[in-house]
Every structure is written in C-alpha cells, then in structure tokens.
C-alpha cells in the first residue's frame, strides 16, 4: 500500500515570470510560433509568385496591411530573442574541443555572429544587388 500524498499546491500559470531564466526559456519557447509564422509568409510568397502576376499583386497587398505588418515586427523581435538565446547556448550545449583543450565559450558564440553577419550581408547584397 502506497503513503498517502500531502497536499501540493497547484502552481500558478504564471509561474514562469518571476524568474528571468524561466522567462526567457518560456519566450524561446514561444519563439517558434514566429518561425512557423515566418515559414508561412515564405511559402504563401513563393506560391504566390509561382501564380502570376494577379496573386502576386494580392500578396503584397495583404502583406503591406498594418496588422500583417505589426504581426511581422513581433515575429522579428521573437527571432532575434532565439537567435540571441541560441548563440548563447550552444557553448554549453556542444562544448566544442580543439587539439584536446576546449573551446572559450566566447570564440564559439563570435563565430557565430561572424557566420550570421556573413550570412546576412550576402542575403543584402543578392536582394539590393
């Protein structure tokens, strides 16, 4: 026979707001909503292209409305919380071990940063031209 349990008290739903680090796990977390999102305005452009001039042209108008517009922002911000919170993880995730000795954590999280301004200045350059 089993010891009877005491009584546990239901935490909050907001549990997580107290802390910073439960915050921040919670909000990169949710940052996923803003890669689905992100992965569906992509998709929707992609189609829309593929459809013709007509489709293409109700895109952009759907896309230029300010609520879009405003849900665009928000998902960005999200993002780059992710790829903040990200960069910073992988040191401890994947500690990275070079001629037997580790990495610094720092050199991991720059190289990063390098990689994604690389990145992003080629994505710049092939869109602006």
Known sequence: MTAPRGYR????????????????FILRELSAVAVAWFV?????????V?????QYQRYLDVA???????VDVVALLFLLLH??????????AMPVRVRGRRTP?????????????????LVVWLVVG
Do not use: C, H, M
């Not at 008290?9 to 921040?24: E, F």
């Not at 790829?83 to 401890?92: A, E, R």
């Open 64 to 70: 230029a409305n300010p609520v879009v517009v405003a």
């Open 105 to 121: 954590p720092a050199a991991i999280v720059a190289a990063q940063w390098v990689g994604f301004a690389a990145v992003s200045a």
């Open 9 to 24: 008290q239901q935490p909050s739903i907001l549990w997580w707001v107290g802390k910073r680090s439960y915050a921040l």
């Open 83 to 92: 790829t903040v919170t990200w960069f910073d993880l992988t040191p401890k």
């Open 50 to 54: 593929g459809a013709g001039e007509e």
């Open 40 to 48: 569906a305005v992509t998709l929707a452009f992609a189609w829309s």
